[in-house]
């Protein structure tokens, strides 16, 4: 079944970092007696078809906490005049956390010096009671994340009210969708991806935003010089 399911990946090009991820996850599924090949046939097939949609989002002006202990406002201080890529995650998620980090890590590679300046990373903790700011820094440690990728918990409330604005939240944390989001904290434009998008669609959402960014500030350059 696993070999099956190799060959899948290797068929769709499915980036080498998430199949190493997927064949763990598939042995995980098939010891719970499901159908491996299936199971993450049909996420993959998810991550094939997610599409960018237009979001209305107003980015809630709220403190979390960050995974080095640190009080932040998520609006002014985490985001503020950048480009910002979020994707929610927890610890102890063994399906659809692992995909979307190992996403995530070639996007901070692609980002490159853009990471921290121009565009930041978040990962939100949808289970705040056990993502402790320990636990979050080692679990981006173990993915080498880099500054300018901030990993965020909080109390239960105030992330509850953050996941219901980004449309990410459901009442049991472990069910939670596969949700990326991508902003411009200037003007309030956000994207927001369905399943599993590839580090290509993710960089080329956030290019898109910059160049639309810089044709604005050109014409507003250009009234106030007429």
Partial sequence: MIDAF????RESKVPVTIVFILLFLSSVVFAQGEDAHEH???M???RSEANAGIAEITLPDVTLVTQ???QANLADDVVGDRLVIIDFVYTTC???CPVLSATFSQVQDRLGDRLGADVVMISLSVDPLRDTPARLKKYASNLGARDGWVWLTGSKQTVTGVLQEFGAYT???ADHPSVVLVGDGVNGKWARFLGFPSADQIISKVDEFSAARTTRQAHASM????
């Fill in 68 to 70: 080095d202990g640190l």
């Fill in 94 to 96: 063994t399906t659809v």
């Fill in 44 to 46: 993959l097939q998810q």
């Fill in 223 to 226: 009234r106030e010089k007429m």
């Fill in 171 to 173: 009442p049991n944390f």
């Fill in 6 to 9: 190799a060959r899948y990946c």
């Fill in 40 to 42: 993450h046939k049909k």
